[in-house]
């Protein structure tokens, strides 16, 4: 197959997309993480780890499975009556205001948003073909349709994200047991027959039933690619996040089928002739694929400068909205750790996507409300050395590495006790920007790739015309042979990072 822009479905063809310009200058977005599961106030996962712990499962995940499944009764009544199908039929969305979350996100520096399509426990946010979506069950209204109309108009950039392609080893759970009555859950119960025709058939939402670690057949890789498909068509978003590790249903993806599905190169061609500034995300690119489609590093900072723009996406907390405070659960995030994370990423070519859970009636919390305000106070002034930047020939100095991989997932982002020799570069034309990470008690910043003698051998750059502190002025400045050497103020003109504008004639 080609296109009319000359694409085949192959990665040789589609490397020659290229990521979009708009994507490079962002620097920041912000995700909705938005939809049924949010109903339980429990976090990500939810949809499946209310029916208990499964056989095989790791400490991890029994420890959050047996609280959620004991949360669930509680709050709901027994599993086996009340899964998965009934968080979706319980979400109303009912104060749900696009518009003016959207108009927070921008004022918080988001320069584009992405909007959940479909997670992993298969329902879909708009008026798909798939017959669990949220205009017939739920809020009764398109999610997805109403996110797109409010950032269009505010002039940012739209992503979707799908998560779906989970749904066949995630959702199985729920042709189970219940594990302390030994009654089938509603997924057993839909595959029975046992649907009296109000609503849609739960059958549908829930996978075929199958025998652990089986593979999908062709037509359940498909049904994924026929719904997105209609979405990409529908919304034409500037941004498509798949949420696996290669194209869904592929050879080494998250859920392969037998055989591999090759729909994914075909749904990159389509959309790439279709959407010229537009890009598709996976999270395990090899270097030379790196621009048929965008690298996505879920929670996962990288230590140095990459050739490509890449996604670094994390969450305030939990993926979906979380009252529970155990250590299975992603703790919420500061002002100062964004801001740190953002610094850190730009440095090294990348954009962050943050996602803020809402509730489940749409609305945020005043955490995130005040932690969107302070990440937007600190772009406000020092916006200029983030947007619109590339790297600088390294992408900082200071000896606060991202240290080794921690958690259950085995990610490395983390609340670093930075230091004031700490720092961060960008560039934009003559202006280099120096972040510094911590404030130097003596008030005194010393970048020493920049003295008369660098220690990294390049020729010494030309002597700068004018040295800012962004958001208090001029400050004086001497140029050493270990570094250049800046006289700071009594007083951070700013909170949690300090930027410094280097401006040269050449």
């Not at 990348?350 to 809402?358: A, M, R």
Request: charged share 25%; net charge negative; hydrophobic share 35%.
């Amino acid at each position: 197959m080609s296109t009319d822009a000359g694409y085949r479905p192959t990665w040789q063809s589609l490397r020659a997309h290229g990521i979009p310009a708009w994507f490079g200058a962002a620097k920041f977005g912000i995700w909705s993480h938005w939809g049924p599961q949010s109903v339980g106030r429990s976090g990500d996962w939810y949809a499946r780890h209310l029916y208990g712990p499964q056989a095989g499962s790791g400490p991890w995940e029994r420890r959050r499975a047996e609280r959620q499944y004991a949360h669930h009764r509680r709050e709901f009544g027994l599993p086996a009556e009340r899964g998965a199908a009934d968080l979706a039929r319980r979400w109303r969305a009912e104060r749900f205001d696009p518009e003016a979350l959207i108009d927070l996100y921008r004022r918080s520096g988001a320069r584009y948003f992405v909007a959940l399509a479909a997670h992993c426990d298969n329902v879909d946010l708009w008026d798909s073909p798939h017959p669990w979506n949220t205009t017939k069950i739920g809020p009764g209204r398109d999610i997805v349709g109403a996110w797109q109309r409010a950032a269009r108009s505010a002039g940012l950039p739209f992503g979707l994200s799908f998560h779906h392609n989970w749904t066949w080893r995630w959702l199985d759970v729920a042709h189970g047991t219940d594990p302390e009555t030994g009654e089938p859950h509603d997924g057993a119960r839909a595959a029975a027959g046992t649907h009296d025709g109000t609503g849609p058939d739960p059958a549908r939402l829930y996978p075929p039933p199958h025998p652990a670690g089986a593979a999908p057949p062709p037509e359940i890789a498909a049904d994924f690619y026929r719904r997105v498909g209609a979405a990409l068509s529908r919304y034409r978003p500037d941004l498509v996040y798949l949420d696996d590790g290669r194209l869904p249903f592929d050879l080494d993806s998250v859920v392969q089928s037998t055989p591999p599905s090759t729909l994914g190169l075909e749904l990159l061609a389509e959309y790439y002739a279709a959407n010229r500034d537009g890009i598709v995300t996976i999270k395990d690119v090899p270097e030379e694929d790196r621009t048929a489609v965008l690298l996505d590093c879920e929670r996962r900072q990288l230590d140095g400068i990459q050739d490509h723009p890449w996604q670094f996406d994390t969450s305030d907390g939990e993926w979906f909205d979380c009252a529970g405070t155990e250590d299975f659960f992603h703790p919420r995030k500061t002002s100062r750790q964004v801001i740190h994370t953002l610094v850190d990423v730009v440095s090294k070519n990348g954009t962050l996507l943050l996602n803020v859970p809402q509730r489940a009636d749409g609305t945020l919390d005043d955490h995130a409300v005040t932690l969107l305000s302070e990440v937007g106070a600190w772009l406000d002034v020092c916006g200029e050395g983030i947007y619109d930047t590339v790297p600088w020939r390294r992408f900082g100095e200071g000896g606060t590495g991202l240290g080794q991989t921690q958690g259950y997932e085995h990610y490395n982002e983390a609340d670093r006790d930075y230091r004031s020799d700490d720092v961060r570069f960008t560039r934009r034309d003559h202006r280099l920007y120096a972040t510094l990470l911590g404030w130097p008690e003596d008030r005194r910043a010393v970048l020493t790739s920049l003295g008369t003698e660098p220690p990294d051998r390049h020729r010494p750059d030309p002597d700068p015309v004018e040295v800012v502190l962004l958001g208090h002025g001029p400050v004086p400045w001497r140029r050493e042979p270990g570094g250049l050497v800046i006289d700071l103020p009594a007083e951070p003109p700013t909170r949690s990072a300090y930027m410094i504008k280097i401006s040269t004639l050449t």
